[in-house]
């Protein structure tokens, strides 16, 4: 069974940092691209970074967090990441860990077959 557990959101002020985990379990996690999606209060779901498999790999950023959140994975430990950085009252959003249907992807949200539940991040003084 495919499981993906977001965690490390909570509460920071503007210009502040976060580091967000998701751990996987149920597939192969390193032959799977994966992405961070997250959505706003009464919003649609955004897709934020994607990063593919089959080691090291590609990655990118939509244009709103570039420069400042760095996604990364650690293949033995099944975890990704997204370290977030010069945090805006913006990037205030549930934030979803999701896997890939494929080794490489992108920001199309349909390529994505699984999904976490999400943490909550919120960015207020």
């Known amino acids: 069974e495919v499981q993906l557990v977001e965690s490390g959101g909570g509460l920071v002020q503007p210009g502040g940092s976060l580091r967000l985990s998701c751990a996987a379990s149920g597939f192969t996690f390193s032959n799977y691209a994966m992405s961070w999606v997250r959505q706003a209060p009464g919003k649609g779901l955004e897709w934020v970074s994607h990063i593919n498999g089959g080691g090291g790999g590609t990655l990118s950023y939509a244009d709103s967090v570039k420069g400042r959140f760095t996604i990364s994975r650690d293949n033995a430990k099944y975890t990704l990441y997204l370290q977030m950085n010069s945090l805006k009252p913006e990037d205030t959003a549930v934030y979803y860990c999701?896997?890939?249907?494929?080794?490489?992807?992108?920001?199309?949200?349909?390529?994505?077959?699984?999904w976490g539940q999400g943490t909550q991040v919120t960015v207020s003084s």
């Open positions: 999701a896997k890939s249907k494929r080794r490489w992807s992108g920001s199309r949200l349909e390529d994505y077959d699984y």
